[in-house]
């Protein structure tokens, strides 16, 4: 089965995934007719910063078995065998944050939603975009990212594509044009590390 | 193979489904003080403040031990342990034979001793009935009196409070959930509930209550009077050990497990409230009275029991609480017992934030958050794991943290390194 992957080494920080996102969970499902709507639709990727300022596209890794599952107390979170997702079920959830010291990652957050009674405040992460899904759309983040840090694909397909990356560079008689797998984005990373360690030197 | 589990809330729970699903064939029986399908104890007070309803606190359906295939013995209480026959004894008479046993029963309320408890209106919040007897009394009470600070207490008073009952907390302390929190986070959590109207007395105890029938007044130990249409002690739990012979059993506060949450009698285990096992960030033998630390157990000893070896690293003491505009996040050695430890702490007023955290040898140990708590759970991880922090202690107390700091080196810029000429 497909499933968005992360590649956080391409992320250029842009943080489009945040708002397709946003706009993907919204009744209109537009940016510019989400920014209008109440609650106001938020995302549910965040895209964050490293250490170098570099981005970093955090999203639920729909853990199996998910430590908020078993933090939650009312029974709230479980899980869609058939998707591999974790989900939230809004009417369940009493919005006491157990899950919050759960996540290992953080990607949890709680406000007001769409799916929510009115003026309930839940918890709120990735459901894969299975809305979309089921129209045959793919997840939102995954289909607006350019720079390809948030891919829809067969896990084992990527599997190969790092193998063989890995494999092209260490092959005798590989060509120098080989090894870079996105050049300019490690060239960006590559200045972002350098600026953040000039800043540092300076006195 | 006979296991029994001795329990039905959630450390009894999750043991009894992970047995089955490792042993489908075994034979389980429960024995389980409680009548109600299992529930989940720490939303009872949001019955009491009128939230939810008792039929939001069920965690699994009425079928669920006919589901599992569990024989289930209800509403009866094990009086007896007999570990070296192998049997125990409930207050039906009833004896039951155990290859495996689990003694899951929780925790009891802490007594209190003070004259005139046999009046109505004294309450203890631990079960479903309790807040349904509480509920069922509120008619006409105009202040009530909560003794103690901790998280029952805490909840008992914000949840009257929210029912426009005025409320009195005595607390030790001088701020509610010292347990949990440090002196500063404390004091923003006093503030709150004080501005929204709870009141506060320190230090005394009560020595009496007084009334006709039902409780009006309280007496302490200062010779004050508080005037009060019903209590609610909040002053802890112990574990419910009382069935076990101790000369067969080794218990402590809790009883004694070890890695595998085995007692110190083979092919019997103890998870959750009664349990005492091993506090990761205190690194000391430790009762850790919470939710997610009897499921963790619960789990575990339900493998050890159907025969998969699975050690338990230890437990980690953690809770969150949401207070009126307040949500505080804790976990693990708040308030450091000597100076050898490294401590940082953060406010933002303007933001209405405070973050501390608490190392020992470059690890985190301890941490409390006002608000802005996404975090928390990656930073409870990290203490939980025993890592060494990968980063500046004071990177973490930056409102920008996030999970991506932790790995400065492993992405990315080793590719880039060697790519990026
Ligand atoms: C009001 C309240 C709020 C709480 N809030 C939180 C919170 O916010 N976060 C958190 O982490 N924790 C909270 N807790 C603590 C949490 O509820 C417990 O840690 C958890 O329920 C422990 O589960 P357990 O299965 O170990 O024990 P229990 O839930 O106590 O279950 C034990 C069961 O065994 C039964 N039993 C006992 N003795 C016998 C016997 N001899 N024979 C047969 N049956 C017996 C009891 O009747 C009981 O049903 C709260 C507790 C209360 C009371």
Redesign the pocket.
């Known amino acids: 089965m497909k499933k968005v992957i992360v590649h956080p080494e391409r992320c250029v920080g842009c943080m489009q995934c945040m708002a397709a996102c946003a706009a993907a969970h919204s009744r209109s499902k537009s940016v510019h007719g989400a920014v209008l709507e109440f609650p106001i639709p938020k995302p549910r990727i965040h895209v964050g910063s490293g250490i170098y300022g570099e981005g970093f596209p955090n999203r639920c890794r729909h853990c199996d078995p998910a430590p908020c599952m078993l933090a939650c107390l009312p029974g709230a979170i479980y899980r869609d065998d058939s998707m591999e997702t974790v989900l939230i079920d809004p009417f369940r959830c009493i919005n006491?944050a157990?899950c919050a010291m759960a996540c290992p990652f953080g990607v949890i957050r709680y406000h007001e939603d769409r799916a929510a009674p009115p003026g309930k405040c839940i918890a709120v992460k990735c459901d894969n975009c299975l809305e979309r899904q089921l129209q045959g759309l793919i997840p939102a983040c995954a289909e607006v990212c350019k720079s390809g840090a948030l891919r829809f694909e067969e896990p084992a397909a990527d599997l190969k594509d790092k193998t063989d990356e890995i494999a092209r560079r260490i092959s005798l008689g590989a060509v120098e044009g080989d090894f870079a797998h996105a050049p300019a984005l490690a060239l960006l990373n590559a200045f972002k590390r350098a600026q953040r360690e000039v800043n540092e030197r300076r006195p | 193979m006979r296991y029994v589990v001795?329990?039905?809330?959630?450390?009894?729970v999750h043991a009894l489904e992970t047995i089955r699903k490792l042993d489908p064939n075994g034979s389980i029986t429960l024995?389980?003080?409680?009548t109600f399908p299992p529930y989940c104890?720490?939303m009872?007070?949001l019955v009491l403040d009128g939230s939810l309803t008792e039929e939001d606190l069920p965690v699994r359906g009425p079928d669920f031990y006919e589901a599992l295939g569990v024989e289930a013995f209800v509403g009866?209480?094990?009086?007896d342990l007999d570990a070296e026959r192998r049997v125990l004894t409930t207050d039906r008479n009833r004896n039951i034979l155990f290859d495996r046993l689990l003694i899951?029963?929780?925790?009891n309320p802490r007594r209190i001793k003070a004259q005139g408890l046999e009046l109505g209106r004294i309450f203890f919040?631990?079960?479903q009935m309790h807040v349904r007897d509480m509920i069922a009394s509120l008619d006409g009470v105009e202040e009530a009196l909560v003794l103690g600070g901790g998280?029952?207490g805490f909840?008992a008073a914000y949840s009257l409070m929210k029912r426009g009952v005025r409320v009195t907390m005595l607390i030790r302390s001088g701020y509610p959930l010292s347990m949990q929190v440090d002196a500063h986070a404390g004091s923003m959590i006093l503030d709150e509930l004080v501005k929204n109207g709870l009141t506060v007395r320190v230090g005394a105890e009560v020595i009496a209550f007084e009334g006709n029938g039902f409780v009006r007044a309280a007496h302490l130990e200062d010779g004050s009077t508080i005037s009060c249409g019903m209590v609610v002690i909040g002053k802890g739990v112990r574990p419910?050990t009382s069935?076990l012979r101790t000369q067969q059993i080794a218990v402590d506060l809790g009883v004694l497990v070890d890695e595998r949450l085995q007692t110190s009698v083979p092919g019997i285990f103890a998870?959750?409230?009664?349990a005492e096992h091993y506090d990761v960030a205190r690194k000391s033998r430790w009762v850790n009275?919470?939710?997610?630390?009897?499921v963790e157990q619960?789990r575990v000893a339900g493998m050890n029991m159907a025969g998969r070896d699975v050690s338990y690293k230890g437990s980690l003491s953690r809770?969150v609480i949401r207070i009126f505009d307040l949500d505080v996040l804790t976990g693990g050695l708040v308030n450091p017992p000597d100076d050898s430890y490294l401590v940082l702490t953060r406010m933002d007023p303007r933001r209405r934030t405070y973050r501390k955290l608490v190392f020992r040898d470059g690890r985190l140990v301890g941490l409390v958050m006002v608000n802005e708590i996404e975090q928390g759970g990656v930073l409870l991880s990290l203490i939980h794991g025993g890592h060494t922090l990968p980063i500046e202690g004071e990177a973490v107390l930056e409102p920008s943290f996030n999970v991506a700091r932790l790995f400065p080196h492993q992405r990315g810029f080793l590719q880039a390194r060697r790519t990026g000429k």
Do not use: Q, T, Y
């Open positions: 006491c157990s | 001795i329990g039905n809330g959630i450390a009894g024995v389980a003080g409680e104890r720490p009872i007070s009866e209480h094990v009086v899951a029963s929780g925790a919040m631990r079960n998280l029952v909840k419910a069935f998870a959750g409230d009664v009275a919470i939710w997610p630390v009897a619960g809770n």
